[in-house]
């Protein structure tokens, strides 16, 4: 069964960088056809596709408000993967989930806020 645990929760302040931790049991990062997710979810507002990586192309791709400002990228040896955000902005405060199809962690909440 797998299972996966965000980390890296915070407040920061707009233009400022937060790195996010997914740690994952129960199944490979290396995967073969796997495709890893960052979604989100801001108060109010419906469950939000942020970033993903596909483990056969190792391909990224980014919703269009992200490009340029976020990155996903993984750690083979710890079996995790990252969203690093920069430049965040207010309205990038959400909580923030990594995901694998259907199978989310619990979320981590971050908040861009002067």
């Known amino acids: 069964q797998v299972q996966l645990q965000e980390s890296g929760p915070g407040l920061v302040k707009p233009s400022q960088t937060l790195s996010l931790t997914c740690t994952v049991s129960?199944?490979?990062?290396?995967?073969?056809?796997?495709?890893w997710s960052w979604v989100r979810q801001a108060p109010g507002a419906d469950l939000e596709w942020v970033a993903g990586?596909?483990?056969?192309?190792?391909?990224?791709t980014y919703t269009d408000s992200v490009k340029g400002r976020f990155t996903i990228s993984r750690d083979n040896t710890k079996n995790a993967l990252y969203l690093q955000m920069n430049n965040l902005k207010p309205e990038d405060t959400a909580v923030y989930y990594c995901?694998?199809?259907?199978?989310r962690g619990r979320g981590t909440q971050v908040t861009v806020s002067s």
């Open positions: 995901a694998l199809g259907p199978t």
């Open positions: 129960g199944a490979s990062i290396t995967e073969t056809f796997y495709y």
């Open positions: 990586m596909g483990t056969g192309s190792g391909s990224e």
